[in-house]
Structure formats: structure tokens, C-alpha cells
């Protein structure tokens, strides 16, 4: 890992369906095997150095820093999509014209091994921007990879998006990027928030870069229980039991 590299993780949600009663923790900060989850994915991209890491934070981001204060924030004011969120970090990266990932503090089965071949091939290839896939076998409400007749990359579709066909498509989008950073906040200035959510989506960004002609590669592995982003109380038990097994 001689290339300069940081890292972008993104922590701020409140994670509505895991507030219970008592319990009002921004959802990085819930427990699995009495550690946050966040901790579990700072741990895999170690590699990276904390001075490069910048984590997005927003409700109750005071808990967050307090438990994590040696690595650098960025504050997300409102809501507004991914892609929103990383464009929050813009100023953290001012001037760096390196390599950026960028990954989700509620994801803590991803390893280091499978960051690692990402930014492998990422400079491999000399890619804009090359996106973690992969199979599960856990129904999981994840966009699908839409291929070219090439076999590259198309598209990305949402879940809720997908006509039957795209629905039967096995390879799911993690959500995990590694981009040319002097691309990447270029494209998220053309971000778009005319959908049902009104936000703006990060998936958004390897189809505006595709659009000007730019590298797009795809790093697909069998990633399994890895792929599994904690959203519900059910999700947090199964990634203990997952945690609790791998130990």
C-alpha cells in the first residue's frame, strides 16, 4: 500500500429500527459483543492510518467522538444520502488527489482481506472508481449490478427499482467504493435528489463518472454474512452470532 490512500466512513445515522427503550445510540454506536459496531470496521481498515480516516458523523456525533476521538470527523448537518454524507467530508480531503474508500460504520463482518483485493484491484486496473459486489445468501434489499454485453459495468439498479429480471440478479452492490478522489467530489457536485427520497445517492456517482468516459472496475467476491449492514434488532443479533463464531 504504497499509494496514498485515506479512508471515508460513514457513521452518521440515528438507525431508527434499532432504538429501543433506553437505548437512543447513534447506530454505529450499538453493541456487538460489547464493542460498537463501528469499532469492528475501524479495525479492518487499520491499515489505513487514523490521521487519514475521517468518519462522518451526525446524530449524537459527541458519543461517537468521545469513543473514537484520534481519528478525524466530519459533520453531516442533515440527512440528505450517502452521497450527501460524503460530500460532507469534502473539506477533511482538501487538496488530496489520492485514492479514497469509502465504507459504512454499521458493516462490521466486512474483513480486512476484502478491503484489501478492493484497493488492490482499484489500482490495478487504474480505475475512477472500482465497487465492492458480491453474493449472499441472505436476502438482503441490496442493488443489483446491471453488466454490459463486455461484462462491465452497466448500472447500478435499486432494490426497490428492479423489474423481475433485475430482481433475479445475484451480484448485490455492498455500497463500498474506492475512488480517484480528484474525480470523486467533482461527481457528487452533479448528484441529482429527484427521487422518492429526496436524497442524494452515492450509487449515483459510478454512472456519472461511466458518463465521462471513465474507468469503472468491479471487485465481485462471495462475500457471504460480510455483506450484512446492520438496519434491524434481528441483524444486530445475527452479527453477534457471526462475531461470536469467528472468535
Known amino acids: 500500500?504504497?499509494?496514498?490512500?485515506k479512508a471515508i466512513v460513514l457513521a452518521a445515522g440515528k438507525g431508527s429500527r434499532l432504538q429501543t427503550e433506553g437505548c437512543e445510540l447513534p447506530k454505529v454506536m450499538r453493541q456487538a459483543l460489547g464493542k460498537p459496531l463501528l469499532h469492528y470496521?475501524?479495525?479492518?481498515?487499520?491499515f489505513i492510518?487514523?490521521?487519514?480516516?475521517?468518519?462522518?458523523v451526525g446524530y449524537k456525533k459527541e458519543d461517537i467522538i468521545n469513543e473514537f476521538g484520534d481519528y478525524i470527523f466530519a459533520y453531516q448537518?442533515?440527512?440528505?444520502?450517502?452521497?450527501?454524507?460524503?460530500?460532507?467530508?469534502?473539506?477533511?480531503?482538501?487538496?488530496?488527489?489520492g485514492t479514497v474508500l469509502v465504507c459504512y460504520g454499521d458493516m462490521p463482518?466486512?474483513?480486512?482481506?476484502?478491503?484489501?483485493?478492493?484497493?488492490?484491484?482499484?489500482?490495478?486496473?487504474?480505475?475512477?472508481?472500482?465497487i465492492l459486489t458480491g453474493t449472499s445468501d441472505d436476502n438482503l434489499p441490496y442493488g443489483r449490478i446491471v453488466r454490459d454485453e463486455n461484462n462491465e459495468f452497466l448500472r447500478v439498479v435499486e432494490d426497490r427499482d428492479c423489474d423481475e429480471q433485475q430482481k433475479k440478479i445475484k451480484e448485490l452492490n455492498s455500497g463500498v467504493y474506492v475512488f480517484n478522489a480528484a474525480k470523486l467530489f467533482p461527481a457528487l457536485k452533479k448528484l441529482k435528489n429527484n427521487n422518492s427520497q429526496g436524497e442524494y445517492y452515492l450509487t449515483d456517482v459510478p454512472d456519472i463518472l461511466l458518463g465521462q468516459g471513465e474507468k469503472i472496475g468491479i471487485c465481485m467476491r462471495e462475500l457471504g454474512s460480510e455483506i450484512i449492514g446492520v438496519n434491524t434488532l434481528e441483524?444486530?443479533?445475527q452479527v453477534e452470532t457471526l462475531l461470536r463464531e469467528a472468535n
Open 77 to 97: 448537518h442533515e440527512q440528505l444520502g450517502t452521497g450527501h454524507a460524503v460530500m460532507s467530508a469534502e473539506n477533511e480531503l482538501a487538496g488530496f488527489s
Open 41 to 46: 470496521v475501524l479495525r479492518a481498515i487499520s
Open 49 to 56: 492510518d487514523k490521521k487519514d480516516t475521517v468518519i462522518v
Open 109 to 130: 463482518m466486512l474483513k480486512r482481506e476484502t478491503y484489501e483485493a478492493l484497493i488492490a484491484m482499484h489500482f490495478e486496473q487504474n480505475n475512477a472508481c472500482t
Open 235 to 237: 441483524q444486530l443479533t
Open 1 to 5: 500500500m504504497n499509494n496514498p490512500i
